[in-house]
C-alpha cells in the first residue's frame, strides 16, 4: 500500500499534475531505451506453475491470442477430464485452427492404476512430440504435464532432451501444471508461478461453470 | 525435488504399483470428502495480481470459457493498447456475446497527462458500473483497474462499495493489475498472485505476436 508522504499530501492538483507529468516522463524514457536493446525473436518454452489458479487459464488465453493472430495451435491434455465443456465449445468456433487431443483416463486419483497411467502418458507424449517437431503448429501446449513428470510416468529429462533438440526455432511450447521440475524451469525462457492468496473453495463455494470448467 | 527414498527406489513394478494404488485411494477419499462440503455457488470477485505475466491472459482465458459455456462477456480496458490485435480478432468470432470497451489514450507514461487520465478512468468506471450491475452480462473483465487504483485515479473504496452494493448475486468479476491494494484483496473471493520466476525480456528477446498481443 503506496502512503502518501506530507509533502504530497499538501500538493494543490498542478502540483501533483506537473510532478506527475515529470515521472510519467522520465519512466516512457527509461522503457523506450529498455525496449530498444530488445530485439530478438525467438519461439519460447513457457511454464505456468505453483498451486494458485490461473496456470491453465493463462495457457487457455494464449491459445485465443495465438489463434487471434491466424497462428495455428496444438495442444496435448495430460490430465483428461479438463478442458471439457466450456474450453471444447470455445476452440469449436476457429474449426481447422486448432488440434486438441486428451490423454488417458481422467486424474491419476480417479484411476489408480499406475501401469494404465504410465502407457496413457506415453502415448500423449508421442502426440506432443509430433506436434512440436511439425511444421503446422505455432504453438503447441502441454497442459498438465508437470503432474505426470512429477509422478516420473515420464522422466523430465527426456522431455528437455527432445524440446532442445527438436523444437523449431519460433514455435512458442507452454507447459502447465504444478511443482514444476528444477530441469524444466532451468531450460525455460519464461516461467510463472500462480500462488494462492484466497480461494473460495476455503468458504464452501464449489466449482462453477464458467470459472472452472 | 523429490527424492526417493532408499526404500521406494528398492521397490519393484509390482510393488511400486500396489503402492501407488493405494495412495491414489486415500487421495481421491480425501478429496471426495472435501468436495462433498463446497456446495454454494456465487458470483466471484476474482483478482490476478503480482508481477509476473498471465494475469491478463488467465481473465482472457475465462472469458473464453464462460463464452464457451453460453455465457455473456462484458470487458473494461483501464490500459488502452492492450488487447488490441490478437484479442479482437478472437473475440469477433463471438458476436453479439461479448462487449469490450477501452478506456482513454493508452499507459499513463505514454499520455503524460494526469487531468485527462483521471477523466478517462471515470469514464471507463461508468462503463464497468452499468455492465457490473446490469442483467444481461455474466461476466464482467476489469482489466488493469488496479493500477488506475494505484495512482488514485479512483477510489478503492468506491469501487468495493460498489460490488458490495451493486453486484449481483451470481455475477462473476474480474479485475487485473500488479499492486492490488489491500482493501480489494480482502474484499475478493479468490486472488492470485502471478510471481515472475523467469522472464525472456532479461535476455533480449522482445514481446512478441501471440504471445504478449
Known sequence: MSEKSPLVAAMSEEELDA?????MRKKKAARDKILATKT?????VIVHTGKG????????GLVFR?????MKVGIVQFVKGKWETGERAALERFPGEVTITAMGDGFTWETQD???????????????????SDEEHDMVILDELNIVLRYDYLAVEEVVDF??????????VVITGR????????FADLVTEMEMVKHPF????????GIEF
Not at 510532478?19 to 515521472?23: F, M, P, S
Open 179 to 186: 511443482n514444476a521440475k528444477e530441469e524444466l524451469i532451468d
Open 66 to 70: 495465438a489463434l487471434g493472430n491466424g
Open 19 to 23: 510532478r506527475h507529468a515529470e515521472k
Open 163 to 172: 524440446l532442445r533438440e527438436h523444437k523449431p526455432e519460433m514455435k512458442h
Open 114 to 132: 499406475r501401469q494404465r497411467d504410465i502407457a496413457a502418458a506415453r502415448q500423449a507424449w508421442e502426440r506432443a512430440k509430433a506436434m512440436i
Open 40 to 44: 530478438q525473436e525467438k519461439g519460447l
Open 202 to 209: 476455503r468458504s464452501g463455494i464449489k466449482a462453477q461453470r
Open 53 to 60: 489458479k490461473g496456470k491453465s487459464t493463462a495457457a487457455f
